[in-house]
């Protein structure tokens, strides 16, 4: 019996280091498919995805636009025809994450930078500062 219960633990005490060697292996993997993208990522595919896209495109344009000139932005840039209320659904679907995109309050279907509010967050408090001397 004595020996059942120590070759029980023993297997456990395996299980337990197999449980992490192959966790690390995760790891590793994961580590090597990003920097596989990475290295690839340029030879693979020159055209950028649709939310860089408009990211793209707004950046150039340096304030808020509507989706339906971020369309045609994009047409012209990119040679991509993408209809308005399929960028809508790119841009609402990354707000709800909370990345790259904003919409503009009081102006429908119009979008902006996360970056900029962040940056106007910044700098309001600065300026409120500089004003109360």
Known sequence: MKDIVSLLR??????????????ALRVAAQLMAEEQKLVSGGAESQTPS??????????EKGEPM??????EAI?????KRLKPLYLTSI?????????????????PNTFGL??????????MPLEVSAGSR
């Open 10 to 23: 023993q297997k456990e005490e395996q299980l337990k280091l197999l449980y992490k060697q192959v966790e």
């Open 50 to 59: 649709q939310p860089e896209m408009v990211h793209t495109v707004l950046a």
């Open 91 to 107: 841009i609402y679907r990354l707000m709800k994450k909370g990345k790259l995109f904003y919409k503009v309050e009081g102006k």
């Open 75 to 79: 047409r012209r840039k990119y040679s």
């Open 66 to 71: 509507h989706v339906a000139k971020i369309a």
């Open 114 to 123: 996360i970056e900029w509010q962040v940056s106007k967050t910044i700098q």
